[in-house]
C-alpha cells in the first residue's frame, strides 16, 4: 500500500463509500469502472481516476486483472469513512461523542516531563481550567477503538500552541474533554491530549487531568477502561475550538 499527499475529495470518498457498500471494507471485490461510474453518475474514466487517486492517497488497495479490478479498503480507508460517519452522527443525532476503549498500560515517562514545561503548563491552566498532575494516563486501544479514533476529527478540541525557547521548539498539540470511567467508577474534567508531534502510535491514548488518575480510579496496567469524549471549550472563553469547527461512535 502507498501513502501520498494525493488530495482525497468528496467524490473521492463517494467512491470509497461505494466498494465498502460492496463488501470492500471485509474483503477484496471485484469492480469495473463501467458499473462504478453508473453508481457514481460518471464515466468509466472519471471512475477509474477516482479509484487511482484512492489508491495513491492510500485509502485503497488495487489489484487490476483483464475485466476489472479487486479492490479493497485499506485501515486508513477506514478510518476516514468513520470519520465521515462522525460527521453525519454530530448532523442528526447532535452532539454524538466518542467513546474509546482499553487497557491501562506504563507509558515512557515523558508526560511528566512535557506537562511541566512553562510553554504548555501554562497554557493547560488558562485553557482547560486546572493545574494538571504532572503525568499522563497511557491507555492502549482496543482494535475496534484504534479504528474508532478517526472520529476525533469531528469532535471539537481545545487548541495548545506550539513554542520554542533557546534550545529547541515544542510543537502543538490538541486537547479533548472526556471522562474516564472504570469498573463502575468514572473520574472528569480529564482531557485526551494529541501531541502534533509523537512517539506513540495510533493505538496509544494519552489523559491528562488534574489528579493522579491510576490512584482516583484504583487503576493499575491491565485495567480496562472506556474514555468518553465530547466537545470541548476553553477555560478561559476565548479563541475557537479545533476539528469539528473547522471541519462519536463506540468501540
Known sequence: ????????????????????????????????????????????????????????????????VGDGQWVTVTD???????????????????????TLSGTVTSGMGEGRHYIQLSGYHEQFVERLGYEPFPGTLNVSLSEAAVRARAGLDSVEGVPIDGWEDEDRTFGPATCYAAEVVADGESFEPVHVIV?????????????????????????????????????????????????????????
Open 1 to 64: 500500500m502507498s501513502t501520498s499527499t494525493t488530495t482525497v475529495g468528496h467524490d473521492e470518498v463517494a467512491a470509497l463509500k461505494t466498494v465498502a457498500l460492496r463488501g470492500g471494507l471485509r474483503e477484496s471485490v471485484k469492480v469495473s469502472c463501467s458499473t462504478l461510474g453508473e453508481r457514481l453518475d460518471a464515466s468509466s474514466q472519471t471512475a477509474s481516476r477516482r479509484l487511482q487517486r484512492l489508491e495513491a492517497a492510500g485509502l485503497l488497495d488495487r489489484d487490476v
Open 76 to 98: 486508513a480507508g477506514e478510518r476516514r469513512l468513520r470519520a465521515e460517519y462522525t460527521d453525519y452522527r454530530r448532523l442528526f443525532e447532535g452532539d454524538a461523542g466518542l
Open 195 to 251: 501531541p502534533e508531534r509523537t512517539h506513540h502510535d495510533e493505538d496509544q491514548l494519552e489523559v491528562i487531568a488534574p489528579a493522579k488518575l491510576r490512584e482516583e480510579l484504583g487503576l493499575d496496567d491491565g485495567d480496562e477502561v472506556r474514555v468518553r469524549v465530547t466537545d470541548a471549550e476553553r477555560a478561559d472563553g476565548t479563541g475557537r475550538p479545533t476539528g469539528a469547527a473547522e471541519s462519536g461512535g463506540s468501540a
